[in-house]
């Protein structure tokens, strides 16, 4: 394998530090390889005085990252014990916590898709730059599964209902959406990426983003914030798509029509996520929330299916079971939550595993 053929690169240039997941037929999707080596440069440039600014980036013209190696969780709660994907998210976990916690700029140029696992690596960032080109979700609803990596307690944070909305439907959002649901900080311009980045070698962020920084264009939720805050506001998956529906907006008819696509059970475990998000506080202990969630996802049938039907197959036509809304129950919802006793993610430490009600 030569350098250019590894699946992340690491250079230096004055005093920024580069990663570059290296991917590009693969959306920069990430693995656990990957992961790794990020962990471990970051400790490395953590304690070298010379580095003063940490920036991420993705090859190709495509995007960011897509999100993390879904075929191989496929393969692996398919076929496995799913021991692989939960030592991977247990990594990658750990490597979104430390992001947000890093003491020197990390710089995340969030170009083009920025999904999932994507996310993680992005948006728990210090400086985070969006262009008009990105695109942004957290669309695991639609494999079965629900948002991880940090993404719980970002939608959480968003005004009002727009990070409800965003978990639950998967819809992609552009830059100045982005800004307006807390995701990004920056918009700059596709085309002055290179200058920007270039910049950074030689000037302290601040100063960097000064000569490149614009207002975006402008996004569609502040628009829809009236139904969106009005409709998703309810306490059940099925009381949302009942206003949804009786709304009146084509965009809100569109929202239910896209949640009855979904997984039932994905989304009313993305629901609780989300409330009970909103209450735990620090990143960490969301964290490991989402790490039992993630645990508890690949002993059901839908993470599975929903990889398959998008995926593997990509005949778009999942089977989900429950396949409705109204048999997925609270015990279903719950099981989702249960402790991990002695395989817990451990983030916030042992005083914090205590559940929280919502």
Excluded at 183 to 195: E, G, N, T, W
Excluded at 239 to 263: F, Q
């Amino acid at each position: 394998m030569t350098a250019t053929d590894e699946p992340v690169l690491f250079h230096t240039t004055g005093r920024a530090a580069h990663i570059t997941l290296n991917r590009p037929r693969a959306l920069n999707a990430l693995n656990h390889e990957m992961v790794r080596r990020i962990d471990a440069v970051l400790t490395a440039w953590e304690h070298d005085p010379s580095v003063e600014t940490v920036v991420i980036t993705g090859a190709g013209e495509r995007g960011l990252c897509a999100g993390g190696d879904i075929r191989g969780i496929h393969d692996d709660a398919r076929a496995g014990d799913g021991s692989a994907s939960a030592a991977f998210w247990r990594d990658e976990y750990r490597l979104n916590a430390r992001i947000a916690r890093y003491p020197k700029p990390y710089v995340a140029v969030m170009d083009g898709i920025v999904m999932g696992g994507g996310v993680g690596v992005s948006a728990h960032g210090s400086v985070r730059i969006v262009t008009e080109r990105s695109r942004i979700a957290m669309p695991e609803t639609g494999i079965g599964f629900v948002p991880d990596v940090g993404g719980t307690h970002l939608l959480a944070l968003a005004p009002g209902e727009l990070g409800t909305h965003l978990a639950l439907t998967g819809a992609q959002i552009g830059a100045a959406d982005a800004l307006l649901c807390g995701l990004a900080d920056h918009f700059v311009p596709a085309d002055a990426l290179p200058h920007f980045i270039g910049d950074l070698a030689d000037q302290p962020v601040r100063e960097a983003l000064a000569g490149h920084v614009q207002p975006p264009l402008r996004g569609e939720l502040a628009g829809r914030r009236e139904w969106i805050d009005a409709c998703y506001a309810a306490d059940t998956v099925e009381e949302i798509v009942d206003r949804l529906l009786a709304h009146g907006d084509p965009a809100a008819k569109e929202a239910a029509e896209t949640l009855l696509a979904k997984s039932p059970t994905a989304l009313k475990v993305t629901l609780a996520a989300v409330r009970r998000a909103r209450r735990l506080g620090p990143l960490e202990r969301v964290l490991d929330q989402e790490y039992r969630v993630s645990c508890a996802a690949l002993r059901t049938p839908d993470l599975v299916e929903g990889i398959r039907a998008q995926v593997i197959d990509k005949d778009r036509d999942p089977h989900w079971s429950p396949a409705t809304l109204v048999e997925v129950t609270d015990a279903d919802v719950e099981r989702f939550f249960a402790p991990l006793g002695d395989h817990e993610l451990g983030l916030a430490g042992p005083d914090a595993a205590t559940e929280v009600a919502w």
